[in-house]
């Protein structure tokens, strides 16, 4: 029994570890940007696509996949930066969802049409078991626990001491004061959204062995499950949301083993919304950042 | 020419009543004109058209983005299927049983949702969707889950010893025709209303017209609800058209559709709406853009709508209106 709870628990903290690497770039996004990035799951699905393909038509190992997926996903981030999110600074919150919800269908659509819609399957990734004090975990599930880590102490040291971090958190204070000093507002947009996708793309391309199928629409579904997580982190906050997406991915797969498997998807949400009624500005935060 | 002669002006008929009947003509004779396809088309925008002008009223006159209309729509396709399919009760009876069960499910997901403003009101209805599919999906024994609501019956009406039952593309076409000049006059009297300008006023400035007096909060709540039942009665007609209802009703590809058509015609204008759900919805369907196509079209409208058209197409039709008025 109590062996099962704690299974169920460190799949869960898997299951974080890929929603907080997708949710941080969404929340850093939000810091610089002042917008809800509607569209930050499709660059989830755009990686793993990418590996998929490298896979499957390009013959490529695993590793390699890897590389051209998040490449991949950078080009396209590019792109979309300099068309759409630059447009976006200073813009009404309003243009800012409606915008980025066009990039996702855009995205989302150009990705079934070329592809076609079905489910697909994902061949590489290690996915043999080995056992740590009597779990047998698959070595996967280590590697993206690993790599979530090593973001995470990356980002923070980034944000902390680099001058692209200290620029990103400047913005996210005041983005009349940093024109004034000189500070390249658009700029520092773009990079923080392609950092912020291609982390994206690198956590699709690390969850798609365990989850073995590849879709058009399932970045959808990482786009509702990451924005509880970046409200309950309190918006713009990193460790915050480190925090709010192993409550989540534990919450999930506590509710799929004793509840139901069909209400997995709905806990983001529910949470969701009772945080916004009690505390808008997230579990972590002291104060409301917008 | 001396300085007492005036330049003779141009005389420009008004032509405003002669096209008015033209339209009218045109949409009473719609089913006789095009294929059974345009007739199919055009009742899918009809059915469109009535969350979308629920949507303008919250979006386009009270200044609150929603994504919360496909819920709305769905409950109200989910009333009308359940009572047509289990108790055979006739159109009417359907039509507003949607419309109040959607209206009263807008209340207790309002009162929250109301309380939070830009994206976070966003996300929130943006959560109803998606939490309604689920509802829809798994309360098995009401929905029948994944299976959803099949063979519901075609609308009938019973009045006294009179029962006509509404069969065929072209008295459907009738229907909703009824329903959306209904829906859009409804509209109308609550725009032209006192109420209408203190929306607009919430829409400019909810502190300015809090300060005058107008009661925003409830204001907001009521305008919700009457989107909501806006949806509901879409609702009502997509079930008894489509004769399915499946848990995918409730899906953010319509709550898109419907900010396309608000948004596209020109939010904040009755007739902008009407246009939006003709060219989006019933052009796309009529000239048999593959789905996934459409969704590419729709994502390349919004980017347009929002950086560079802002309106919509409503200045165009103001000046279209305005020119064939004979006004400069």
Known sequence: MLSTVLEQVVNGIVTGSVYAIVAVGMTMIFGVLRAINFAHGEYYMLGTFGAWFAIDYLGLSYEASIVVGVLATIVVAYVVGQLVMRRMVGAPAESGVLATLGIALILQNTVIFVFGGGYKFFSGGYIEPISIFGFSLAQQRILILVVCLVVFVGLELMVTYSRLGMAMRAVSQNVECCEVVGIDVPQVVLRTFILGAALAALSGVLTAPVNVSVYGGMGELITFKTLPIIIMGGLGNVRGTFFAAMILGIAESLVATYVGLQFRDTVGFATLILVLMWRPHGLFSTQARF | ?328
Request: with cysteine.
């Open chain 2, 1 to 328: 020419m001396s300085l007492t002669e005036t330049v003779p002006q141009a005389r420009r008929r008004d032509l405003r009543i002669p096209l008015a009947v033209v339209l009218i003509v045109v949409a009473l004779g719609a089913p006789y004109m095009g294929s059974r396809y345009v007739t199919h088309s055009l009742i899918i925008a009809l059915i469109f058209m009535l969350p979308a002008h629920g949507l303008n009223l919250l979006v386009g006159y009270t200044g609150l983005l929603s994504l919360a209309q496909a819920a709305f729509f769905g409950i109200g396709a989910y009333t009308a299927g359940l009572l047509a399919v289990t108790y055979g009760t006739p159109f009417y009876v359907n039509l507003i049983a949607a419309a109040l069960v959607s209206g009263a499910a807008a209340l207790p997901l309002g009162i929250p949702a109301l309380r939070l403003r830009s994206t976070s009101f966003v996300m929130c209805t943006l959560g109803f969707v998606i939490i309604g599919q689920a509802i829809a999906k798994n309360w098995v024994s009401v929905t029948r889950g994944d299976m959803g609501l099949s063979s519901i019956p075609k609308p009938y009406f019973e009045l006294g010893p009179l029962s006509f039952t509404v069969s065929g593309t072209t008295n459907f076409y009738y229907l909703a025709l009824a329903v959306g000049v209904l829906a859009t006059l409804a509209v109308w009297a609550i725009v032209r209303s006192p109420a209408g300008r203190n929306m607009v006023a919430i829409r400019e400035n909810e502190t300015l017209a809090e300060s005058l007096g107008v009661p925003t909060w409830h204001y907001k709540l009521i305008v919700f609800m009457i989107s909501a039942m806006f949806a509901g009665v879409g609702g009502c007609l997509y079930a008894h058209y489509l004769t399915v209802v499946s848990p995918l009703t409730f899906q953010m590809y319509y709550s898109t559709t419907m900010l396309i058509i608000v948004l596209g015609g020109g939010a904040g204008m009755i007739s902008g709406t009407v246009f939006g759900s003709l060219l989006f919805v019933g052009l796309t369907e009529a000239l048999r853009v593959a789905p996934e196509v459409r969704m590419i079209a729709y994502g390349a409208c919004l980017l347009v709508l929002v950086f560079w058209f802002k309106q919509g197409f409503a200045p165009l039709i103001n000046r279209f209106w305005n020119a064939i008025g004979g006004v400069k």
